[in-house]
């Protein structure tokens, strides 16, 4: 079962989520939240699977085509990763491998083999100024957003966790905990901000983990192919199959509606004093009892 909830505040701004278990999800999120849910628990699990997780706006598109490469031994760009969140569980069970599978949703949703240690899992955190930032941009360009209203309308949503998949802090101290917890030899957790500024480090650490092996060579070729600056060019000028009915559905705009800035810092453009000192008083009492630390800039 699941319910729509719609959230607003006296200036206006407003937000539509479905909610299961008193969590909110995005209002495209497939059908029935318990149902598909459980269909996922059980869904059949290959190998070569690999799984990318992460927040919204936290590097999930960047991660799959990385992992995809890495996978396949081409440097094509595939388009966009499916989603678990969004295909029906007969539709995902008919893709050919290698799978590359992404979730904003957390680990404990994940099919019951994965959580067993079949397949592969990356894990990929943003820190939550700069994801806010560019989730608002992103709701901003596509026609049919979920979410109406202005940045400062955005950001209290945000803070206060009524947004899609929840609370940015709560997802995060939850894969915290897993990573903490989980005694599987399945998982790697990524930073976005190491990412931006070691990619070839990341790109190698992650072929590593996926049990892939090439040479320097390869996989310098993969990270030229990924630095962000090359992925928006590639994707506005070779638009994929998968892509282009997502498109039509959310976007006047031909191109897929990803890829902003990618910077590190970005938030500064956009936060103001009375904005950070808030935002910052929320994140120390929420992350207080974290061992991670982020970068802003």
């Given at each position: 079962?699941?319910?729509?909830?719609?959230?607003?505040?006296?200036?206006?701004?407003?937000?539509?989520?479905?909610?299961?278990?008193?969590?909110?999800?995005?209002?495209?999120?497939?059908?029935?939240?318990?149902?598909?849910?459980?269909?996922?628990?059980?869904?059949?699990?290959?190998?070569?699977?690999?799984?990318?997780?992460?927040?919204?706006?936290?590097?999930?598109?960047?991660i799959s085509s990385i992992a995809s490469m890495l996978r396949t031994g081409t440097s094509d760009y595939i388009g966009s990763p499916h989603f678990l969140d969004y295909n029906e569980v007969d539709f995902l069970e008919k893709l050919p491998s290698p799978r590359i599978l992404a979730s904003?949703?957390?680990?404990?949703?994940?099919?019951?083999?994965?959580?067993?240690?079949?397949?592969?899992?990356?894990?990929?955190?943003?820190?939550?100024?700069?994801?806010?930032?560019?989730?608002?941009?992103?709701?901003?360009?596509?026609?049919?957003?979920?979410?109406?209203?202005?940045?400062?309308?955005?950001?209290?949503?945000?803070?206060?966790?009524?947004?899609?998949?929840?609370?940015?802090?709560?997802?995060?101290?939850?894969?915290?905990?897993?990573?903490?917890?989980?005694?599987?030899?399945?998982?790697?957790?990524?930073?976005?901000?190491?990412?931006?500024?070691?990619?070839?480090?990341?790109?190698?650490?992650?072929?590593?983990?996926?049990?892939?092996?090439?040479?320097?060579?390869?996989?310098?070729?993969?990270?030229?192919?990924?630095?962000?600056?090359?992925?928006?060019?590639?994707?506005?000028?070779?638009?994929?199959?998968q892509d282009q009915g997502f498109i039509k559905v959310v976007s006047n705009d031909p191109l897929l509606p990803i890829y902003r800035k990618g910077e590190v810092g970005d938030w500064k453009n956009h936060f103001t004093v009375t904005q950070n000192e808030y935002f910052d008083k929320i994140?120390?009492?929420?992350?207080?009892?974290?061992?991670?630390?982020?970068?802003?800039?």
């Amino acid at each position: 079962m699941c319910d729509y909830l719609e959230v607003s505040d006296s200036e206006g701004n407003c937000i539509r989520t479905k909610r299961y278990q008193g969590k909110p999800y995005v209002d495209i999120f497939v059908g029935n939240i318990e149902d598909h849910l459980d269909r996922l628990s059980c869904m059949e699990v290959r190998e070569d699977d690999t799984f990318v997780l992460s927040y919204p706006k936290s590097g999930t598109h960047w991660i799959s085509s990385i992992a995809s490469m890495l996978r396949t031994g081409t440097s094509d760009y595939i388009g966009s990763p499916h989603f678990l969140d969004y295909n029906e569980v007969d539709f995902l069970e008919k893709l050919p491998s290698p799978r590359i599978l992404a979730s904003h949703m957390t680990f404990d949703r994940l099919p019951r083999q994965v959580r067993e240690g079949k397949g592969k899992v990356v894990v990929v955190s943003r820190n939550p100024k700069d994801a806010a930032v560019s989730l608002y941009h992103f709701l901003m360009k596509i026609n049919q957003s979920a979410f109406k209203g202005s940045w400062d309308g955005f950001l209290k949503f945000y803070l206060d966790g009524n947004m899609f998949y929840g609370s940015w802090f709560d997802t995060f101290l939850d894969w915290e905990r897993t990573l903490q917890t989980y005694k599987g030899d399945n998982i790697m957790h990524l930073l976005y901000e190491d990412m931006k500024q070691d990619l070839l480090s990341s790109v190698t650490e992650i072929a590593t983990f996926l049990s892939v092996t090439y040479d320097v060579s390869y996989l310098k070729e993969v990270t030229n192919k990924c630095t962000f600056s090359t992925m928006v060019k590639t994707i506005r000028g070779d638009v994929k199959p998968q892509d282009q009915g997502f498109i039509k559905v959310v976007s006047n705009d031909p191109l897929l509606p990803i890829y902003r800035k990618g910077e590190v810092g970005d938030w500064k453009n956009h936060f103001t004093v009375t904005q950070n000192e808030y935002f910052d008083k929320i994140y120390a009492e929420k992350m207080k009892s974290s061992t991670f630390r982020f970068r802003f800039e």
